[in-house]
């Protein structure tokens, strides 16, 4: 049996790194509106509601859907060119699958992007709920949508669960909904904010993740 009967993943940063393919395609899309190339930390500071808010955050209201509809194509058009999952990630979805445990993933992502990147990674099996940045009034650090999938999930008080996460907010999210809190550092560069959030247990590569959750 695994240590926890229920854990709830972050995506971005956490699963795979989907950094490069966000970066570029929100440039690609954002550059000739807006006459600049964001930096990578701007595009970062950005994170927690999805896709299409992030951009109507530098466009016009009316410009707002058709920007939403150049990004998820490009998204999907250049996915499998720049994203790939953590080395062990593949397999350790799988052997938490295979151990019994319920597995949910907790994102900002819109829901069109996260699917996209389930589907070609090819592990949308190993999934049982997605939660997405617009299924949710309020993205992390606030729990609602990691309460939104523990209950999909029919995680009970006295159930042990995991949230695993690369970012500070991952881990409120998951304190707040009453999980162990796993932080990662092989997502973004900076570690600052995770390490002041002060997860239960810290984990430098998959491997040590692996130890922690099975």
Known sequence: MPRFATII???????????PLIYQT?????GPRIGRKLPDA???????????VILGRYVDPAEREIAFAEYIELYGRDHSQYVHLYDGMYELLEECKTEGARIGVVTGKSRVSAKISLRELGIGQFIDVLVAGDDVVQ?????????????????????HGAMV????ADIYAGRESG???IGVTWGVPEHDDLRAAHPDVLCDTVEQ???ELL
Do not use: C, M, Y
Not at 140 to 149: F, M, N, Q, T
Not at 165 to 168: C, I, N
């Open 9 to 19: 993943f972050d995506f971005d940063g956490t699963i795979a790194n989907t950094l």
């Open 26 to 30: 929100f440039n690609t899309v954002l």
């Open 42 to 52: 701007e595009i970062r500071s950005h994170f927690g509601p999805p896709d299409q």
């Open 139 to 159: 993205p992390k650090p606030h729990p609602e949508g990691v309460i939104s999938a523990l209950k999909q999930l029919g995680h009970r008080d006295g159930d």
């Open 165 to 168: 996460g690369d970012s500070a």
């Open 179 to 181: 999980l162990s809190t």
């Open 209 to 211: 993740l692996r130890t």
